[in-house]
């Protein structure tokens, strides 16, 4: 990095935090006066002539999981437009595939208002003019909102909210307010995004998994002696631990090799929890891209899971799962449907053997299905 530009990029980002976060949206709105549209967002709009499209993904890796039903569905409708997306390095993998698409990759790290990165990105994105942008992060930061005000887009859609510290408008013109509903999960709220953009969410979206990527991952499996006779059951012990503690999740695992159901393995999501993982009495999977994620599923009969991103993945791949969460947990994370049956957790109380046995006893039921 330019230590020129390291400097000034930290006296400013210093100026700023004096001038409190009111202050620095109205500079910030001023300096970028010659790209935000400041004219209200009118609908109907005519966005089947919108060719270019600006997607700002979620950095947290769960929260880009639940927004990918949303986010497959308005693809599915643009599908012939230009797609642009700015994501962390590590989930450039959840979209590359797509035609017509450029991923531009950063490092979360480093992206702090004015820093050597989001000058980076901010360049890029101001080579040309969007039609839409589509702020899926919904911890979105004034470095964020300056991304979508340089975008020229008319329709700058987002939630209300996010960690800017003021509201949103100018850089988002269209803006959802996130409210807790009575029986409305975290997929169907995320699709209000969707809904916006008039695209039909009907239909179930499946992610497509190349026959290269099946056959590298079969082979892991392979290596690992993994088969599904009788069947394949892939364990998320990282979620597990994080809502359920270490002891019972190594009890869980002690029954579940006692139960001789199934072949198991271990998911690890990321190098820092596959080296977490102590005495374990299954394979541990190396990290994975989201591709072979998909792949990974495609190959097993179910999954055990916490909230974590295997649990949107599994979801979306159409698996039967047993997710470990309280009632309240469940219905917030969980579709409604016959291939997902919870064992639900006491929230007043630790998990204990009887919810070791229901897991069991739900993955059992799941698989005579």
Not at 119 to 126: E, G, V
Not at 133 to 156: F, P
Request: charged share 25%.
């Amino acid at each position: 990095m330019d230590a020129k530009t390291k400097k000034i990029g930290r006296l400013r980002r210093f100026f700023f935090r004096l001038l409190g976060p009111s202050l620095s949206k109205k500079i910030i709105c001023r300096a970028l006066r010659k790209w935000i549209d400041k004219s209200p967002a009118s609908f109907p709009a005519d966005l089947n002539r919108s060719s270019d499209i600006l997607f700002i993904l979620p950095a947290d890796r769960v929260e880009m999981t639940f927004q990918l039903e949303s986010l497959f569905s308005i693809i599915g409708k643009y599908k012939g437009s230009a797609l642009t997306f700015v994501c962390p390095g590590s989930h450039g993998s959840f979209v590359s595939g797509f035609p017509n698409a450029r991923v531009i990759r950063y490092d979360p790290d480093d992206f702090l208002l004015y820093s050597a990165e989001h000058n980076r990105l901010a360049k890029k994105l101001s080579e040309r003019a969007f039609d839409i942008c589509v702020m899926l992060e919904k911890n979105y930061t004034l470095a964020h909102l300056y991304l979508a005000g340089i975008s020229r887009a008319h329709l700058r859609i987002g939630w209300e909210g996010g960690n800017a510290g003021v509201g949103s408008y100018p850089f988002l013109n269209v803006r959802l307010v996130a409210s807790r509903r009575e029986g409305v999960n975290l997929w169907e709220r995320n699709l209000e995004v969707a809904k916006i953009l008039n695209v039909s969410t009907v239909s179930k979206m499946r992610w497509g998994v190349q026959e290269s990527t099946l056959a590298e991952v079969g082979k892991i499996l392979s290596e690992h002696k993994l088969e599904r006779k009788p069947a394949l059951i892939c364990i998320d012990l990282a979620s597990l631990e994080s809502g359920c503690g270490q002891i019972w999740s190594a009890e869980l695992m002690r029954s579940l090799k006692e139960s001789k159901i199934g072949h198991f393995c271990i998911y690890s999501g990321s190098e820092d929890a596959r080296s977490g993982f102590k005495d374990v009495p299954f394979p541990v999977l190396p990290p994975m891209s989201a591709s072979r994620v998909a792949a990974l599923m495609e190959h097993t009969d179910a999954v055990i899971a916490g909230v974590g991103a295997l649990l949107g993945l599994a979801q979306i791949s159409a698996n039967k799962i047993v997710p470990v969460l309280t009632k309240e947990q469940a219905e917030m994370y969980c579709k409604r449907n016959d291939s997902i049956l919870p064992a639900l957790l006491s929230p007043s109380q630790k998990p204990d053997g009887e919810a070791v046995r229901a897991v069991i006893k739900n993955i059992k039921m799941l698989l005579a299905k």
